[in-house]
């Protein structure tokens, strides 16, 4: 079949009653809902490597690199997704407006294709130079101060490049998805083609046109005491300390945007629909991760313990033919998984050496069970597991080193501004899935918790219990599990010393 | 003391359940009264080197510090020590000099301007 996989940044599943929506709002999510009843809901999908380039790379490599190395590029010894089905003479296509990918640390992830479209200007896209002073109140919603400064990464680009925006249109969801209506439109004459459509929406800023703005809140959206870009962090505290009018402004705003997205995203399903591509072609719409908008009283993508929230992620798919066509699916799947079931649904050989496994299986109907346990976690910080019912957030040691292992010396953490030289660096085969020699050198360790913590997600969804210390039994058993994985893995020497796990 | 609303599920919990994990490097003990005229002072992981990353961690005075991996000033970061003051960004030529400047007499042992 052909494949269209389509990524919607940011989308907290949450916000979508196909999971039992638990929000505030009576969300206007229409498309996704009709996708929802014509595909397979995956009840138990969790993200991998996050934040934003790790998913990717797991998206469309099958590397589950957390455990090795932070946000960066592709490897030499990977095997991008769209260069294996060009390999296999299938057409490819890439639809973006999600401009880490052309930004310093993280190259790799478009050269492969026969084409690409870069929609430009989201966040802090380097786009438009002009006007030098644009929208002030734009410039106060999204928390600019330096509106001249010329460091990297100013708040400042997102107001000169919205600048000539008019009509809802002319955002940036609008744009990907009439471009990917679009293509489907004019490629009909290639037999087999591969068409990946990477939303930056929902991610901030949760600036959005009428009528999403005020779709959700009676506030006047152009208030200029209203932000639509809360920094990261605890909303009592520091510089992301918000009170509840404006938290609940900003809940409306990234409402809006999700019925943005979903109305645009109603083009491409359109299209589907018209030129009757759903016999011949596998869709697959998921996201990278949720975001915190003031859940466990966080904000952003912090330095927050991995609740379900960022992590428990939606994952739609529809596969011709399938018999779970319309039905839920209850085994645990992870992110990374999404390589493997695109590489086999083209045709195409799957690579070896990925930590990708592929979803056909479950799809066919020829099992209801996937993988026993799903890890997920930023580099650096703490490692974090689910069986599907309970999930193990485990704390690590910041005294203990922990390295990163690449072929390209990265920033650790700031990964947006240019590398710097890794002056401790010494070369080796430190991988288990790739036989070439690679940069070892050592990074900062965090913790975003003191002690480990343990919620039983299916009565507990919420995890407002930690039950740590009053379920022993599982708390035990969950932490060996993640020992067993990270075994199976081939986890780093150092990942164990610093989780304070026996190797 | 913000309140928040709570849906069925919980997942909009009040926010003290997740104070006690709140990576907060340094601060008064959790069911100490804080000194609400002291600022909290952030600064982010790729900002400063271990002594100073030592220095702010093992701080114990009236202000509350945090430690972010990323506080989203990057190009601000990429070209100078800084810290986040509240809602302020201030820069100087170190995060001691910084600090003195605004609670001179909390300076961090250890640190140097």
Known sequence: ?503 | MMRFLVCDTGYMMNERQDTMHHRTVAQCPADAPADATAPTISYCLSNVDDATRHMLQTYDGACKVIEECCLQRCGYCYDEPFLVVDDQLVRGSSHAAIFQTLAPAETPKGSSP
């Open chain 1, 1 to 503: 079949v052909n494949v269209i996989f389509i990524s919607i940044d940011s989308l907290s599943r949450h916000f979508l009653d196909m999971y039992g929506q638990t929000v505030e709002f009576d969300m206007e999510i229409p498309n996704l809902r009709r996708f929802a009843q014509k595909a397979a809901t995956f009840e138990r999908h969790y993200s991998g490597s996050l934040p934003c380039m790790p998913a990717r790379r797991e998206y469309w490599a099958g590397v589950q690199e957390f455990l090795w190395r932070p946000w960066g590029p592709m490897e030499p010894f990977d095997t991008p997704l769209a260069r294996t089905a060009r390999r296999a003479g299938v057409v490819t296509q890439l639809v973006t407006d999600h401009y880490h990918l052309f930004q310093h640390g993280s190259h790799g992830y478009y050269e492969d294709y026969h084409g690409f479209e870069f929609i430009r200007g989201h966040e802090y896209d380097a786009w438009q130079t002009a006007p030098r002073d644009p929208d002030p109140v734009l410039l106060r919603q999204i928390i600019e101060n330096d509106p001249h400064g010329l460091v990297f990464m100013q708040r400042a680009a997102y107001a000169r490049n919205v600048a000539s925006f008019k009509a809802e249109e002319d955002y940036f969801a609008p744009k990907v998805f009439r471009t990917t209506a679009d293509w489907l439109r004019r490629n009909q004459e290639h037999s087999r083609w591969l068409l990946v459509v990477d939303s930056f929406d929902v991610h901030e800023p949760f600036h959005c046109p009428e009528p999403y703005a005020s779709m959700y809140t009676t506030e006047d959206p152009r208030d200029p005491t209203l932000i639509n870009w809360p920094w990261y962090g605890r909303i009592d505290s520091g510089q992301s300390k918000m009170d509840e009018r404006q938290l609940a402004f900003v809940r409306a705003q990234f409402a809006g945007k999700v019925t943005m997205v979903d109305r645009w995203l109603g083009e491409v399903l359109d299209v589907l629909d018209q030129q009757q591509l759903w016999d011949t072609t596998m869709v697959i719409v998921t996201t990278d991760h949720g975001h915190y908008l003031g859940e466990h009283g966080w904000m952003g993508k912090p330095t927050a313990p991995m609740y379900n929230v960022l992590t428990h992620t939606p994952l739609f798919v529809w596969y011709p033919g399938s018999p779970v066509m319309g039905k839920r699916v209850r085994a645990l799947t992870s992110a990374v998984d999404t390589y493997a079931t695109m590489t086999e649904a083209l045709g195409c050989a799957p690579p070896a050496h990925t930590h990708s496994r592929s979803l056909l299986p479950l799809l066919r109907g020829e099992t209801d069970h996937h993988r026993d346990w799903a890890v997920y976690g930023y580099w650096g910080s703490t490692v974090n597991i689910t069986d599907g019912e309970y999930t193990y957030l485990q704390p690590c040691r910041e005294d203990l080193p922990v390295y990163v292992y690449s072929t390209m010396m990265m920033n650790p953490h700031s990964w947006f501004t240019p590398p710097l030289p890794q002056k401790d660096a010494v070369a080796g085969t430190f991988l288990p899935y790739a036989d070439s020699p690679v940069w070892r050198y050592p990074g900062k360790s965090y913790t975003r918790h003191l002690e480990p913590m343990l919620f039983n997600v299916l009565d507990d969804p919420g995890q407002s219990r930690d039950l740590r210390g009053d379920d022993r039994t599982n708390e035990a058993r969950m932490r060996d599990l993640l020992v067993a994985a990270l075994r199976e893995l081939e986890a780093p020497e150092e990942q164990f010393a610093r989780l304070g796990l026996p190797r």
